[in-house]
């Protein structure tokens, strides 16, 4: 697993992937997260914009998953890896 980072921030090579995965658009995403929708879109761009670390982590929490999950340039680390709080023992949502 890599993950791009930098002092400027990270890039979050799976966020439209997870954004997919929970069956949000965009706007579903920033009313959760509290990142705005042109934030959200900036970081799902080609090539994408770089998120500061608090960014990346309300944007986890929003999703359910970790910030290296999102960050990793492996869209496999958001299948069947262990997710944090936002989502039930049982696995529901």
């Known amino acids: 697993m890599e993950m791009v980072m ?7 090579h799976n966020l439209k992937l997870a954004r997919f995965n ?7 995403l920033a009313e959760t997260s509290g990142v705005s929708v042109s934030t959200i879109s900036c970081l799902e761009k080609t ?3 770089k998120a500061k ?4 982590m309300k944007l986890a929490a ?3 998953v970790k ?5 990793s340039n492996e869209g496999s680390d958001l299948n069947g890896q262990e997710r944090n709080s ?3 023992p049982t696995g529901n949502r």
């Open 22 to 28: 929970m069956g949000w658009n965009q706007m579903q």
């Open 67 to 71: 910030v290296w999950q999102l960050a």
């Open 53 to 56: 670390a608090r960014t990346a």
């Open 47 to 49: 090539p994408p914009s």
């Open 86 to 88: 936002a989502v039930s």
């Open 62 to 64: 929003a999703l359910g």
């Open 6 to 12: 930098s002092s400027g921030g990270m890039i979050l």
